[in-house]
């Protein structure tokens, strides 16, 4: 028996690499190494964790260590790279290394027999032979988009490219085409390479997966996604760890997959916020990828129709190398154009206007279809008692219960509580309680009446809840089995609707007026998604030009006059001045460090003792306030921003400064979010 002490990243809530002993006979089981995967004793459980060293000593007395229980010899010990790249994270977002590093592993490894295991492995590695990356049945490209493909497939080393394609532009058709010419190349040398693209949206991924396939018939393609089942999750990130699959499709969380081979990557529509993860170690996948890239040599590719004004700020700066796409790629499909309807002459009856009720018709009269977009979930957004002013107040949150009526249910999108529709106000008995404000099922309730011909479909949060049901309403559009669609945000993003022509946009004025400086940048860039999804195939003969109708009472705002113009660049102009001489993003750096209690007092109370716990000089502390919906699920929250014009100068003060505020007595549960985005 041999006997080494090895530190193994946990997931734990705990900043520390434990320290484990492995006691086994090294001439039949090997030497350790690290990168490989060890399954533990932690407490009561067993866990997965990832051996980053491999020693014989230990600052803890060898019998107070407990043994490690397996290795995973029969995987390949993760790379150096890949360690990096997670320590890298943990570092940057102050987190524990193993929070970083474990979540992604496949759950299956720790509680799979070895004989599964193993035969997981062939079934994989037989796919291996067919490898072939000869493409099929290829678009002939554009010249600005071949000129993009060219570029991005014969870039040497690092190489961060922003590609700037209007919506409809054929920006997949450029990665799929740098990716023919990479892996075609790497055959040649006779050396693997995996290319990854991350989207937006789950829903996206079958419409991608089914182009790369259909265009790579002799390549193993994986995709890593929250929606996968523990099996087919296990099987496609062994795949791509192994490197068998060589182009691996995902949405944000696969950034951090193993990726031994990797030579491109890919960010479509990177200025999506989804990129942001929201929780605990709440990275970016853009800003990992794009280090990543550049710790490996690689070239990586960020499109987008309405880059975020980071992305934006260096490509105008030279840091970045800008490839533009100006025209839609389909001969003869135009982008759409753009009108605002005044509400305040044309006033909507139910949320609709008359000039978009008529273009409605006139689409359904050609046999076109429509979109209207409005991003607000539910029936209506509260409901209210006219007699004595009640309403529909979430009891746990700083917000309403949403009238939600096919479910008969008002529900809190917060918190989640759900209680049935009050027949009578709970206040003063009143049993006419009116709903307030619209959201998307009263939309279609009130397309219902309108078009009784026409057949209507809604697209959201609620209407997808069952597993594959998102899929088999966009497939029915796809299909042309919709006449109208309503839909959130969730219809908005990168989907190509061959047959939609009219797109109406219905409420989005409440973000002009919005507190957080992002919203004007996310409001036109939502708003030009959406405009996007209208007129993406060619005119019909006997059909309209395709438009998009946005319903406003601010038709002067500045906003709507770069929508209409399609001038993304005049109006990311006009924000980085801004940005630059209010001292925001991307011209300062930030962190927010987030408190809550059950009183707001003790959350408070800790930002404030925070505040001045160390010195700060260069570090802009602004004062703790709480945050603007304050309670959620019986728990209040506040928040401190603080702001440096050195990045580096930043990281430096978040270090020592995590390390005191563990010091601070306090009540309150608190975490810091390194250049938070919703602040
Ligand atoms: P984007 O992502 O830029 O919005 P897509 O990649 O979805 O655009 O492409 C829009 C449409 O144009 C797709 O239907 C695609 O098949 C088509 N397309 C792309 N490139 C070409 C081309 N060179 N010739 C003809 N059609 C193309
Ligand atoms: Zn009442
Ligand atoms: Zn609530």
Redesign the pocket.
């Known amino acids: 028996m041999d006997c080494r002490i090895l530190k193994i990243a946990l997931d734990t809530p705990l900043d520390f690499i434990f320290d484990y002993r492995w006691q086994g006979d090294i001439s039949i089981l090997g030497e350790p190494v690290a990168g490989q995967l060890a399954i533990v004793p932690f407490g009561r459980r067993e866990i997965v964790g990832v051996i980053v060293e491999v020693g014989n000593s230990s600052d803890l007395p060898q019998d107070k260590l407990k043994d490690v229980l397996g290795i995973r010899a029969q995987i390949a010990p993760l790379s150096a790279p890949w360690v990096a790249l997670c320590r890298f994270a943990a570092d940057y977002y102050h987190r524990p290394l193993g929070e970083v590093a474990i979540p992604g592993l496949p759950k299956n490894l720790r509680t799979l027999k070895s004989t599964a295991l193993d035969r997981a492995l062939k079934k994989i590695g037989k796919d291996l032979a067919v490898h072939d990356a000869t493409p099929a049945g290829m678009?002939?490209?554009?010249a600005d988009?071949q000129q993009a493909a060219d570029t991005i497939a014969a870039a040497e080393g690092f190489a961060p490219v922003l590609l700037y394609?209007?919506?409809?532009?054929?920006?997949?058709?450029?990665y799929l085409q740098a990716a023919v010419q990479i892996l075609m190349r790497s055959a040649q040398k006779e050396e693997p390479a995996q290319i990854l693209i991350l989207v937006p949206e789950i829903n996206l991924t079958p419409q991608l997966e089914n182009?790369v396939r259909a265009r790579f018939p002799g390549v193993m393609v994986a995709t890593l996604h929250s929606g996968l089942a523990e099996g087919e999750r296990m099987m496609h990130w062994l795949a791509a760890h192994h490197g068998q699959a060589r182009i691996i499709l995902g949405t944000r969380l696969a950034i951090l997959a193993s990726l031994p081979h990797l030579k491109l990557i890919v960010i479509?529509?990177e200025h999506d916020p989804s990129y942001k993860q929201q929780e605990g170690l709440r990275y970016s996948a853009r800003d990992l990828a794009v280090w990543r890239a550049r710790q490996l040599a690689i070239p990586i590719v960020l499109?987008s129709?309405t880059p975020a004004l980071e992305t934006w700020h260096h490509a105008q700066s030279g840091r970045y190398r800008k490839l533009a796409?100006p025209a839609?790629?389909?001969?003869d499909?135009v982008l759409p154009k753009v009108r605002l309807i005044d509400m305040e002459r044309d006033k909507p009856a139910d949320g609709i206007t008359s000039t978009l009720i008529a273009a409605l018709k006139l689409r359904l009269e050609k046999g076109e279809q429509s979109l209207l977009f409005l991003n607000r979930r539910g029936y209506a957004p509260v409901i209210n008692c006219d007699a004595c002013g009640w309403v529909s107040n979430c009891t746990r949150c700083t917000s309403f219960m949403v009238l939600h009526k096919p479910e008969h249910r008002l529900r809190c999108h917060h918190c989640s509580l759900e209680l049935r529709i009050p027949k009578s106000c709970p206040t003063c008995g009143n049993v006419d309680l009116q709903p307030l404000g619209r959201g998307t099922q009263r939309i279609e309730e009130n397309l219902q009446r309108l078009f009784s011909q026409a057949r209507i479909l809604r697209i959201d949060a609620d209407s997808t809840r069952r597993k594959g049901s998102a899929q088999a309403a966009f497939d029915s559009v796809h299909r042309g089995e919709v006449d109208i669609l309503i839909g959130t945000q969730m219809v908005a993003k990168?989907h190509?609707f061959?047959n939609l022509t009219l797109v109406g946009i219905l409420n989005p004025d409440t973000a002009l007026f919005s507190h957080d400086y992002r919203a004007s940048e996310r409001l036109f860039a939502q708003l030009m998604q959406v405009a996007?999804r209208a007129g993406?195939?060619a005119q019909k003969e006997n059909g309209s030009a395709s438009e998009v109708l946005i319903q406003t009472r601010y038709p002067q705002h500045p906003l709507y006059a770069a929508v209409i113009g399609h001038d993304y660049d005049s109006f990311a102009a006009v924000l980085l001045e801004e940005r630059r001489h209010a001292a925001l993003p991307p011209f300062v750096y930030q962190a927010l460090l987030r408190a809550e209690a059950k009183e707001l007092q003790s959350a408070l109370e800790f930002l404030q003792l925070a505040s001045e716990c160390i010195e700060h000089p260069g570090i802009t502390m602004n004062d703790p306030i709480p945050m603007t919906m304050t309670r959620v699920a019986n728990v209040d929250r506040a928040q401190l921003l603080i702001e440096s014009a050195s990045r580096p100068a930043l990281q430096a003060f978040l270090t020592v400064w995590i390390a005191a505020l563990r010091d601070i007595k306090t009540r309150a549960r608190w975490s810091l979010e390194v250049d938070p985005v919703d602040i």
């Open positions: 678009t002939v490209l554009n988009q394609g209007v919506t409809g532009s054929g920006k997949t058709e450029v182009s479509d529509e499109g129709a796409l839609r790629a389909i001969k499909a990168g190509d061959k996007g993406r195939a």
